[in-house]
């Protein structure tokens, strides 16, 4: 694995606090699957407003990181293939079911399954757990502005 590290991950995401949603990379095979880490501080801007009596991360949050895995892998995958990729995007959520709750001082595991692409635009099957149990899951879709050989 050479991307198990914020600064690995920042090479491939143009993201940046606070916006920067995925920690570091555990498990990644091209084309196939990627497990990322998030791990959740009460430090976090999010909370100071959502909400101040019981901090909870909003679930649009939890979709952003998963769609930020789904981009990783893509990205990986396109540069182990030798080619080039342009900025992502998320163009689709579908299925979205929100099942518990995260806090600060949980770690959320990202786990993005790709499904299929077509020319630019990349489906995926995503869950985020918390100790094994299942927060989110939902299929998400990712198109590059531009992806070349």
Known sequence: MDFDDVRKVMEFL???????????VIEFEANKRLLAVK????????????????PIMPGVLIIEALAQAC??????????QGETFGEYYLVGVDNARFKRSVV?????MLEVIHKKNRRNIWSYSTQA?????LVVSADIM????????
């Open 39 to 54: 791990n959740i501080s009460y430090n976090e801007p999010q909370f100071t407003g959502h909400f101040p009596h019981n």
């Open 14 to 24: 143009p993201h940046r606090y606070p916006f920067l949603m995925v920690d570091r």
């Open 71 to 80: 981009g990783l892998l893509s990205m990986k995958t396109l540069t182990e």
């Open 104 to 108: 600060p001082g949980d770690q959320l």
């Open 129 to 133: 757990t918390v100790d094994g149990e």
């Open 142 to 149: 990712c198109a590059s502005k531009e992806s070349t050989k």
